[in-house]
């Protein structure tokens, strides 16, 4: 068996954390996600649909659904309830083929602010990647998330100084839709 070489330390360490990633709570439905949804041998009712901007679906037979927030698992257990005076036994699938519900703001000193539609979770540092990094300018010590619950918005600070040299890692967060990351300019004084 060959030893781990420091050069093949980085790469474990990714394909952990990837691992980790895929072991979280399932993904949560939003408006603007593309679903399939399957009938199994029901040929009429097999079909793409949007989530709407109010969070539902229709679907035939079921009729309107509230699908917003819940998993894929829980909306194919609310439109096989809805089929069962139809279609007792019916073997319903439900997919998410986009996920362009998925949406995160970051604004302020990154080379490309912006909406982000990453089509997966992200981390705070993910998207700041994806937004091509901080500019010189940038407060690093002072970006912070701002994030809407069901009656408030909440400002969570993000340490990037402590992130950046590997330390306090469980601050980088995974970003939840709507959240917006703000990159203030630092301060010449």
């Known amino acids: 068996m060959k030893k781990i070489t420091s050069l093949a330390a980085p790469i474990l360490i990714a394909l952990c954390s990837t691992v980790a990633m895929a072991a979280e709570p399932d993904y949560t439905l939003?408006?603007?996600d593309v679903l399939q949804i399957d009938v199994w041998k029901e040929e009429g009712m097999?079909?793409?649909?949007?989530?709407?901007?109010d969070g539902?679906?229709?679907?035939?037979?079921a009729g309107t659904i509230h699908a917003q927030g819940m998993t894929t698992e829980q909306t194919q257990a609310a439109i096989k309830d809805r089929l069962k005076p139809y279609i007792p036994e019916a073997a319903v699938t439900v997919a998410v083929k986009a996920?362009?519900?998925?949406?995160?703001n970051v604004i302020g000193q990154v080379q490309l602010p912006g909406v982000q539609t990453p089509g997966r979770r992200v981390t705070v540092m993910q998207a700041l990647s994806a937004a091509g990094g901080l500019t010189p300018y940038a407060s690093?010590?002072?970006?912070?998330?701002l994030?809407?619950?069901a009656d408030k918005q909440v400002a969570i600070p993000f340490p990037y100084d402590d992130v950046i040299r590997g330390r306090?890692?469980?601050k980088d967060i995974i970003l939840q839709t709507g959240d917006v990351v703000v990159v203030p300019t630092a301060s010449l004084f």
């Open 99 to 104: 996920a362009l519900g998925n949406v995160v």
């Open 147 to 149: 994030r809407r619950t």
């Open 56 to 61: 539902s679906i229709t679907f035939p037979l």
């Open 30 to 32: 939003n408006p603007g």
């Open 168 to 170: 306090s890692l469980d």
């Open 140 to 145: 690093e010590s002072r970006i912070i998330i």
């Open 46 to 53: 097999n079909l793409e649909t949007l989530v709407m901007p």
